[in-house]
């Protein structure tokens, strides 16, 4: 239930087209024994989806950052795709809903890795998206942590707890990829007191050119030049 929509309203219409059963948390809709009542719905879809994800022993890459999650998580899942059957959320449906939603309706057994981006934008909302996909994580990516969402996060440090949460679910062989160009990552790998058996890191290291009028920028890899109109230079990295 959001600020313009009531989705108990639609749970009579549901069970008219042949869902087995509604999920409702507003008692005044309750009108028979096909309605199940809970106190808060989207919690009960995240219990659902969880139990679901842990009957399937399928390894999940987690990716969280204050920038380049979608773009981290596209290209993965294209190369792993060249091998395995790969689930990832699709497009920016990063939240708990949306991933809640992605787990019932479309991860299964024929899937060799389910790869999560996994937005926040306030203090806990990592670890209510690593609730969802407990009880491990295989390996989790942290793209970078700068100044975002200032007006729900409120400080750098709570940024920087939030982002880190990520990296709280690893299991003991698992492991951590993380990018140490910002200050962000850094200040929080100094500071905490990981339990992560191992953290792999990179660093934007790739010299570029901003191309005329501001068009894209250009760079060179082992004698190759390359160009792309994207002008964020933080999607370049060693």
Known sequence: QGPNFNGNVFAAQ?????????IIDDAQYKQGESYILVDDALKA????????????????IAI????????TKEILGTILS????????????????????????????QHDVFIVEMWAYEKGNI?????IVHPTISIS????????????FGSLDNIIDTKFEILEYLGET??????????????GLLEKELRVARIETVERGL???????????????DGQKYETKLLANYILQT
């Open 14 to 22: 549901a069970l008219a087209k042949g869902a087995a059963c509604a």
């Open 141 to 152: 990516i942290l793209t970078g942590i700068t100044l975002q969402h200032l007006e729900r």
């Open 207 to 221: 010299p570029y050119q901003y191309k005329k009028n501001l068009w894209g920028i250009s760079f060179e890899i």
């Open 45 to 60: 879809l995240q219990a659902l989806a969880n139990l679901h994800r842990r009957r399937l022993k399928i390894p999940i």
């Open 127 to 131: 670890k209510e998206l690593c609730e």
């Open 82 to 109: 060249e091998k395995y059957g790969v689930l990832m959320t699709e497009g920016t449906k990063n939240t708990p809903l949306g991933i809640s939603r992605l787990i019932n309706d479309k991860l299964t057994d």
């Open 64 to 71: 969280t950052g204050s920038h380049g999650k979608t773009t």
């Open 174 to 187: 698992d492991f951590a990829v993380v990018d140490i160009s910002t200050e962000g990552v850094k200040k």
